[in-house]
């Protein structure tokens, strides 16, 4: 095939049987908010397809630790130390998860802000820092790698939200008595901000999606001993949001 084809070098393979050289062959995701749960299932997950992972979080220790795990199953992985409530920050962590290991093919949002449990205590800068960790720094990630995910073909933003988000009076009883007001509006807003992150990015040919998790993730800070869901359930939810793209949203219960 000449290089002034003007035939995409992915067709062209699939046409007369090439294949791609692993240098464009590979993809890249960010994983933030990461910890020993849902965010190290989804790195395995995404790792075990082929993806290289960067991995964000505040807490260097645990960062380094999970890139020795992921390596221990083959895949190549860096630790990217980010505070997600600082845009700054965030937009670094997107160009260095892009001098480490190429253009981004995929951003997995779990990064949460617990703070302002009780709306009339809590001072009004820890609400806005959990909007920053679970809104306004997602859509700083997405705007800085925005070029990359367009350029994929197959960018995606894939979010995890919990239940504390959704409108039902039982939930906002329960959001009341564990102090978790907070948390509950950011959720909300980002369930909302993911719906209208769908329809705006589906004409640049990028998928976003959300996985709703309805209960306590088995082996994470949550878990008292009675969690019910397997965050590689979850991890799977995920990845068959990005390999189908049927839908928007998903639920884990």
Not at 16 to 39: A, D, E, F, H, N
Not at 124 to 139: Q, Y
Not at 185 to 204: D, F, M, Q, Y
Request: aromatic fraction near 6%.
């Amino acid at each position: 095939m000449r290089e002034d084809s003007p035939m995409p070098l992915t067709k062209w393979c699939q046409e007369y049987g090439g294949s791609l050289p692993r240098r464009i062959m590979s993809k890249t995701i960010l994983v933030t908010g990461y910890g020993p749960g849902i965010s190290h299932a989804v790195a395995e997950k995404f790792g075990s397809q082929g993806f290289s992972v960067a991995i964000a979080a505040r807490n260097a220790a645990r960062l380094d630790e999970g890139v020795k795990k992921l390596a221990a199953k083959g895949i190549k992985a860096i630790a990217v130390p980010t505070d997600v409530s600082d845009l700054a920050a965030v937009r670094a962590a997107v160009k260095k998860t892009r001098a480490g290991l190429g253009e981004l093919t995929a951003i997995h949002w779990n990064a949460a802000g617990y703070g302002a449990g009780d709306l009339l205590t809590a001072p009004p800068e820890e609400l806005r820092a959990s909007f920053d960790t679970g809104i306004t720094g997602l859509v700083a990630a997405i705007q800085e790698a925005l070029p990359d995910l367009k350029k994929a073909g197959d960018g995606a933003v894939l979010v995890t939200d919990g239940g504390f988000g959704v409108f039902d009076d039982g939930v906002d009883r329960a959001s009341v008595e564990f102090k978790a007001m907070g948390l509950s509006i950011a959720n909300s807003a980002k369930h909302k901000a993911v719906r209208l992150l769908n329809k705006r990015l589906a004409t640049e040919g990028v998928f976003v999606g959300e996985v709703m998790v309805h209960g306590t993730v088995k082996g994470t800070s949550w878990d008292t001993g009675s969690a019910t869901l397997d965050a590689r359930d979850i991890a799977e939810r995920f990845w068959r949001l990005f390999t189908e793209r049927k839908e928007h949203l998903v639920s884990a219960k």
